[in-house]
């Protein structure tokens, strides 16, 4: 069961479903509600599954849920407020007992509704129409939006990814003299430098402290919770909190990172069940996963994995109150029918089973292309998904890749080497 390990500094109090949360302000929502111990926040659309939070960076959807009246919200992507009400969704009963799970029992191997009692005068439609009540995803605002302006506008050079990369790359092109706005969707800026352990974080110093000097002396702006939509010629669609723009940037470097690796295996979407990069960035703002936590590195994974075990072992509260195996191989199955209560993973020595009330899994992970493929990138596919190929960190004219994207390793040294190479090339044109 996932819990705090410290009281909050500055406590605020949200709500779930009517019941009170104390939560630290400005932390993701998903977190607080998940340091208290509520690890099924969603349900499946089709089956009414239980789902919490996965990746804890908007890529999966174990934390949808209704908040201050809005439906279908990430709350991983909200921060915490005082009096912020979150509700529980797509559900007949309670959050940890939805009757329409049944729906699961009655077709353990799955259903297609279009399907069902086909050619049957009348049946079949009442049974879509059955189908479309109970499926989908909450429902609508009780009150409109009103309409947010859109404008225009032109900037030197926008870094889309406030990772570690995107941070190299902004500090670099700063120092030769460009002005950077780096777009990040996340709630601060650092990537994947927010869940390290401590002691591995430190190796980046050289590229947050030159990022720093280079924010305080107004050369590099950076833009939290604000999207890059897409990629149309020259122009750059971003949706941030207060609207639309359509930005035409002198050079656009795209350093979007990359997904967490879902390897498929029994289980994998049971609350308690996270990739590693998510359990160790709750670790970092002290919520612990569970009490006995297993972390599975799967060949191509890492450094999420050990760097998990390392920061465990760094925390003293942590240390006192969280066990961790790591185990390399490959996840078969997880048990539980709600939250995780174990799993069985095929090891170099052979199948081995593993008590846990959280599973963390350190998979490869995935190259973040979507934007770079629109912007008319060449894509080679590898065993861990598409990787951007570019012409000394160029695209085409104005537009770069960088970072994870391109298969840079997440290591100081390499990232500090390709931003440089990257920002000689936007130099050049």
């Known amino acids: 069961m996932a819990f705090r390990l410290r009281d909050p500094v500055d406590p605020v109090t949200v709500t779930l479903d009517g019941d009170r949360i104390t939560a630290e302000r400005g932390e993701p929502l998903a977190a607080s509600l998940v340091s208290a111990g509520e690890l099924v926040l969603a349900r499946s659309p089709k089956f009414h599954r239980p789902r919490g939070p996965s990746c804890m960076r908007a890529a999966c959807d174990g934390c949808l849920a209704r908040v201050d009246g809005a439906p279908n919200v990430m709350t991983c992507m909200v921060p915490a407020a005082d009096g912020t009400a979150v509700v529980s969704q797509n559900r007949l009963g309670s959050r940890d007992a939805d009757?329409?799970?049944?729906?699961?029992?009655?077709?353990?191997?799955?259903?297609?509704?279009?399907?069902?009692?086909?050619?049957?005068?009348?049946?079949?439609?009442?049974?879509?129409?059955?189908?479309?009540?109970?499926?989908?995803?909450?429902?609508?605002?009780?009150?409109?939006?009103?309409?947010?302006?859109?404008?225009?506008?032109?900037?030197?050079?926008?870094?889309?990814g406030g990772g570690p990369?995107?941070?190299?790359v902004a500090a670099h092109a700063a120092l030769s003299g460009r002005v950077v706005e780096i777009i990040d969707d996340q709630l601060e800026p650092g990537g994947s430098l927010l869940a390290l352990a401590p002691g591995d974080v430190s190796a980046f110093d050289a590229i947050r402290a030159e990022l720093a000097r280079a924010v305080h002396d107004g050369r590099v702006r950076i833009r939290a919770s604000t999207v890059a939509g897409g990629v149309y010629g020259s122009d750059l669609l971003v949706v941030g909190p207060d609207g639309a723009e359509i930005v035409e940037a002198r050079s656009l470097v795209l350093a979007s990172g990359a997904h967490d690796g879902v390897l498929a295996f029994e289980g994998n979407d049971l609350p308690g069940v996270l990739s590693a990069r998510a359990g160790l960035a709750l670790l970092r703002r002290g919520i612990a996963v569970g009490e006995q936590v297993v972390v599975v590195v799967a060949p191509g994974?890492?450094?999420?994995?050990?760097?998990?075990?390392?920061?465990v072992a760094a925390?003293?509260?942590?240390?006192?109150?969280?066990?961790?195996?790591?185990?390399?191989?490959?996840?078969?199955?997880?048990?539980?029918?709600?939250?995780?209560?174990?799993?069985?993973?095929?090891?170099?020595?052979?199948?081995?089973?593993?008590?846990?009330?959280?599973?963390?899994?350190?998979?490869?992970?995935?190259?973040?292309?979507?934007?770079?493929?629109?912007?008319?990138?060449?894509?080679?596919?590898?065993?861990?998904?598409?990787?951007?190929?570019?012409?000394?960190?160029?695209?085409?004219?104005?537009?770069?890749?960088?970072?994870?994207?391109?298969?840079?390793?997440?290591?100081?040294?390499?990232?500090?080497?390709?931003?440089?190479?990257?920002?000689?090339r936007l130099t050049r044109g």
């Open 165 to 168: 990369s995107g941070l190299a």
């Open 99 to 160: 009757l329409l799970r049944m729906t699961d029992w009655f077709f353990p191997e799955g259903m297609n509704h279009h399907e069902l009692f086909a050619g049957i005068p009348g049946v079949q439609t009442i049974m879509q129409s059955f189908a479309r009540r109970v499926a989908g995803l909450g429902r609508l605002p009780g009150a409109g939006t009103p309409p947010r302006p859109a404008v225009r506008r032109s900037v030197d050079v926008v870094v889309v």
């Open 315 to 424: 925390d003293a509260d942590a240390r006192r109150r969280v066990g961790v195996e790591v185990v390399h191989g490959e996840p078969i199955a997880v048990s539980g029918t709600g939250p995780a209560t174990g799993i069985r993973v095929a090891t170099p020595s052979g199948e081995r089973t593993f008590e846990a009330d959280a599973v963390l899994v350190d998979a490869a992970r995935s190259p973040a292309y979507e934007l770079a493929a629109q912007a008319g990138a060449e894509l080679v596919h590898e065993p861990r998904g598409y990787v951007v190929r570019t012409d000394e960190g160029r695209i085409r004219e104005g537009v770069f890749a960088t970072g994870e994207l391109t298969g840079i390793p997440l290591d100081a040294a390499a990232i500090e080497a390709d931003a440089a190479r990257v920002v000689e």
């Open 301 to 311: 994974g890492g450094p999420f994995g050990a760097s998990f075990a390392r920061a």
